[in-house]
């Protein structure tokens, strides 16, 4: 019944500039992993989608396509993720429709799935493409047919809602024990008049530092990441102990813009586990922050300014 009710409610037309919501729910891997899915309405079916958040683009496996865009020809293309999935595949243009805002956009269609020079034996590479799930942890029968990622950032496949006139959205992912959360479109001026905004730069990243008992700190660019919980340095500097139980303080943006939040590292209620990812041939330590920030805050996102905006949940 659920199914059916979003169904009908992703086709009740709508334009880009007229607010429109979207129920976020939590889907469960089977080793405890969390994902985040929403319901589009891609080449005229609804499917399931995994929220993104330090991805960019659609991308969407052929069994998800009809006929037409299955055997549609277009520009070659690839992406990978942090996890070594690589995607190689077309940019195609179908009809797209998100919370009833509708138009054909250019996605990319998934023709092969394999692992990325850096982590050449990852999990998608040893997965039967007929029963792989994007997101699954290449898992036979677990995950999406899509990925819906809505990262501020420039890519061969734009962002999504950008392509659809969206310019701005929420997003409030359920927290643990909810039922859902929310994806706002094109929210009102109202709701989001007092979110405090911070910059982002040309990767969809603003300034970011963990800070636990001195001498723990470490300080980098840093992204939210909904598809990537716990977390994550990213460097080629020697790793730091973070004991479960250490209280950190996350802190983004800089100057008068700094908006900070506590928790407690290895706590799963609050996706505060931290791992160390060495990366040698990118020096400047990175983090992401993975879910932590969406159980805090509500998370605004400004594509005409380029900011995010955060206010406390």
């Not at 929403?38 to 683009?57: F, Q, Y």
């Not at 595949?89 to 429709?97: E, H, P």
């Not at 359920?174 to 405090?196: H, K, T």
């Not at 939210?224 to 340095?233: E, K, V, Y």
């Amino acid at each position: 019944m659920r199914t059916l009710f979003l169904a009908l409610a992703l086709l009740m037309p709508t334009s880009a500039g007229a607010r429109a919501e979207i129920p976020i729910h939590e889907v469960d891997l089977r080793s405890g992993a969390r994902r985040y899915a929403v319901t589009l309405t891609i080449d005229g079916k609804p499917v399931e989608v995994g929220l993104d958040t330090g991805s960019v683009g659609l991308r969407v496996l052929p069994r998800a396509l009809g006929d037409a865009a299955r055997a549609a020809k277009g520009g070659r293309i690839s992406y990978s993720y942090g996890a070594g999935t690589q995607f190689d595949g077309a940019a195609i243009k179908v009809a797209i429709s998100a919370g009833g805002i509708s138009a054909p956009i250019t996605i990319m269609r998934i023709d092969r799935i394999g692992c990325n020079r850096q982590k050449p034996n990852c999990a998608a590479g040893r997965s039967d493409p007929t029963t792989f799930g994007i997101q699954g942890d290449g898992v036979a029968g677990q995950g999406f047919a899509a990925i819906l990622g809505i990262r501020l950032q420039h890519d061969a496949i734009e962002n999504p809602f950008r392509l659809l006139g969206v310019k701005r959205w929420l997003v409030e992912l359920p927290r643990p024990g909810d039922a859902a959360g929310r994806l706002v479109l094109d929210p009102d001026d109202s709701e989001i008049a007092n979110y405090q905004r911070i910059a982002l730069d040309d990767y969809g990243r603003t300034a970011g530092c963990l800070v636990g008992p001195p001498p723990l700190k470490v300080c980098g660019p840093a992204f939210f990441d909904s598809g990537a919980p716990g977390l994550r340095i990213f460097g080629d500097v020697q790793p730091q102990r973070w004991p479960d139980g250490t209280p950190i303080q996350i802190a983004v943006g800089d100057g008068k813009a700094l908006a900070t939040m506590d928790v407690i590292a290895g706590r799963r209620d609050q996706a505060s586990g931290i791992f160390y990812e060495p990366t040698p041939a990118v020096p400047q330590v990175r983090l992401s922050l993975g879910l932590a920030p969406y159980f805090h805050w509500s998370v605004l996102y400004d594509a005409d300014r380029k900011q995010i905006g955060l206010r406390p949940r």
